[in-house]
């Protein structure tokens, strides 16, 4: 993967990942504080029930304690007071009592406990009251709860009982008022807030028994009063608050946090019962949508955080790369011979420094490489002047005893002169010779003309040199070399001196011979690559060691006794005038391959007459 992509991609997940972390992070906080909103509302809500129930239960009480002090109910107990009284007369004194003041449950209950007049149920009169047991504490203390019976039902009312001071047998006034959908409409509800009460009248859960002042006969929340039975059934189980989200539908924002609160009262025995649980609702919609707004807008961030990172990437790969790029490629143009490179970065950053210390880097390797090349140059001269001076140690030293044995024939041997003349004249003319082969030899090698750059096909050049040794390689009275050529047609023309080619290939290809005099297989192979081409030259000779593979390019370096140790430094300069590179491979009895490596410069061959 390029940098610049790694860096768009690093920029992306980095704003991808911070996006989502402060979404998580806005909805977790927002998540919470709504939790937090929720109790407090709650807790408020049932602070406002507790207040209203209070103040209804004050109005309640001081209602009843109206009624115990009337001049009617007063008079009423005085004449029950005699003996024996009829209670027949006040059938309808509860009723008339409970519109008076406003109440919707009154009884009138005789000291015995038997009940004088009811205005909730009137067919009551002269039944015992089943909450008898408990007047005479209730008498005492404020409102409370109570299930009372009616002729159709049941119904949960707040109650308070006051006695009348009259005569020894006081008369009990119990009076209250229903918590029904009038009760749950007078609270204060803050926005998105509801309160339901369901009556516990059995040990089933009951729908009837769900009181909703809210509710419209087509509401789904009507419809579904069952989705409420598991906290109701636990608040029966647990005898405590619970609170559950109850799901009306798929759409999360139908949702609802419900919070039940058990509401006790007395039963005959005056032993703690569950009688209503009322049931605080709170919507969910606002959390819900503004969670799908973070999450809309931590999507519409998220994708422009991702344009601007593909923007800021591009740009700060564009600040970055473009620099190290220049670096690359002046890298490649030092790597590739070109010392003069430079990289031009502005500014005073760390991409500025380094192009300034590669700069400065190549001047010294310039520098460095000229004082190398004058030393190489030097120690070439010096070579030069060894070799040269060896190999023409050689002749001489034949021709200053020709010489010698000449002036001595002269002078002692006047009679055998001329015998030793012809004799020393044969001697100094081959020496003599030799001598111009070798200065020819090493005049041939400082000659090395320039390439003459043209169209060259490589193969049909590889296949000249064959053809020039073919016979060479099949002449009676040697062992036969068999050549094999494996040529790869896709290798097209190249820009070459064809003649300074066929040179460096018809040396390689007499050395290989050379090598082999046993016989053997010669094997020339062309390849086309990504960028180059390669040129291998295999025999199947003696092979050399590694110690000899590192010095066999080295100028008048030899290993074969009529050697100059100039073919192969002359192919490997006609290789480095084409820009390539040689190098060799060889094992000890296996053979020796040459590789030339040659730049793919394609040009167009000339058009035809």
């Given at each position: 993967m390029r940098f610049r992509r790694k860096l768009l991609a690093v920029f992306a997940l980095t704003v991808f990942l911070s996006v989502a972390a402060v979404a998580w992070l806005v909805s977790e906080v927002t998540r919470r504080a709504f939790g937090h909103s929720d109790?407090?509302?709650?807790?408020?809500?049932?602070?406002?029930?507790?207040?209203?129930?209070?103040?209804?239960?004050?109005?309640?009480?001081?209602?009843?304690?109206?009624?115990?002090?009337?001049?009617?109910?007063?008079?009423?107990?005085?004449?029950?007071?005699?003996?024996?009284?009829?209670?027949?007369?006040?059938?309808?004194?509860?009723?008339?009592?409970?519109?008076?003041?406003r109440l919707d449950l009154l009884e009138f209950v005789e000291s015995d406990g038997t009940i004088i007049s009811s205005a909730q149920w009137p067919a009551k009169f002269g039944y015992p009251d089943e909450a008898f047991v408990g007047f005479s504490r209730a008498e005492e203390q404020g409102a409370f709860l109570k299930q009372e019976s009616l002729q159709d039902g049941s119904v949960l009312g707040l109650f308070a009982v006051r006695p009348t001071r009259v005569g020894e047998r006081p008369v009990y006034v119990m009076g209250g008022r229903r918590l029904d959908k009038n009760f749950l409409a007078q609270l204060d509800l803050p926005a998105g807030m509801r309160a339901l009460l369901y009556q516990n009248r059995g040990d089933h859960f009951s729908s009837e028994a769900l009181i909703d002042p809210s509710a419209v006969s087509d509401d789904i929340r009507v419809r579904a009063p069952e989705k409420l039975e598991p906290v109701i059934d636990a608040v029966r189980r647990y005898g405590q608050e619970m609170?559950?989200?109850?799901?009306?539908?798929?759409?999360?924002?139908?949702?609802?946090?419900?919070?039940?609160i058990p509401l006790m009262g007395a039963d005959a025995e005056n032993h703690p019962a569950l009688l209503a649980i009322l049931l605080i609702g709170n919507s969910r919609r606002p959390y819900v949508e503004l969670k799908r707004h973070i999450r809309s807008a931590?999507?519409?961030?998220?994708?422009?955080?991702?344009?601007?990172?593909?923007?800021?990437?591009?740009?700060?790969?564009?600040?970055?790369?473009?620099?190290?790029?220049?670096?690359?490629h002046a890298a490649r143009e030092v790597a590739g011979g070109n010392w003069n490179a430079r990289v031009e970065v502005p500014g005073r950053d760390e991409l500025a420094q380094l192009a300034e210390s590669f700069n400065r880097m190549t001047a010294e390797l310039l520098g460095q490489k000229e004082r190398l090349v004058q030393a190489e140059r030097v120690a070439a001269w010096r070579e030069l002047a060894r070799r040269l001076a060896h190999e023409l140690k050689n002749p001489?030293?034949?021709?200053?005893?020709?010489?010698?044995?000449?002036?001595?024939?002269?002078?002692?041997?006047?009679?055998?002169?001329?015998?030793?003349?012809r004799e020393s004249s044969r001697t100094l003319l081959a020496e003599i010779s030799n001598l111009k082969q070798i200065v020819s030899r090493f005049s041939e090698f400082s000659k090395m003309p320039p390439p003459q750059w043209q169209a060259v096909r490589l193969n049909e050049v590889i296949r000249g040199v064959v053809q020039l040794f073919q016979a060479q390689m099949e002449a009676p009275g040697r062992a036969r070399i068999a050549c094999s050529l494996q040529l790869d047609e896709s290798v097209g023309p190249i820009a070459a001196d064809a003649e300074l080619l066929h040179r460096a290939i018809s040396n390689l290809v007499l050395n290989a011979i050379e090598a082999m005099p046993e016989g053997g297989r010669l094997t020339l192979r062309t390849l086309a690559e990504d960028g180059k081409i390669l040129i291998e030259v295999a025999d199947t000779g003696a092979g050399m060691p590694a110690e000899e593979c590192e010095r066999v390019f080295t100028p008048y370096y030899t290993s074969r006794k009529n050697g100059t140790g100039l073919g192969l430094a002359i192919v490997q300069s006609v290789v480095s005038d084409h820009g390539g590179r040689v190098g060799v491979q060889s094992t000890v009895g296996a053979g020796t391959t040459f590789v030339i490596e040659l730049p793919r410069n394609m040009v167009a061959l000339p058009t035809a007459g």
């Open positions: 109790e407090e509302r709650t807790a408020a809500l049932v602070t406002e029930f507790r207040r209203e129930f209070n103040r209804q239960g004050e109005d309640v009480t001081r209602r009843v304690e109206t009624i115990a002090g009337s001049e009617a109910v007063n008079r009423m107990a005085m004449v029950l007071n005699r003996t024996p009284a009829e209670s027949s007369p006040y059938f309808e004194s509860a009723k008339i009592a409970a519109e008076n003041n609170t559950a989200v109850v799901a009306w539908s798929e759409d999360q924002a139908e949702h609802e946090v419900f919070h039940a931590a999507l519409l961030m998220g994708g422009v955080g991702i344009v601007l990172a593909i923007l800021l990437s591009s740009w700060a790969a564009a600040r970055v790369t473009r620099p190290v790029e220049q670096l690359a001489l030293f034949p021709l200053q005893l020709t010489v010698e044995n000449l002036v001595r024939a002269r002078e002692h041997s006047p009679e055998q002169f001329e015998e030793v003349f």
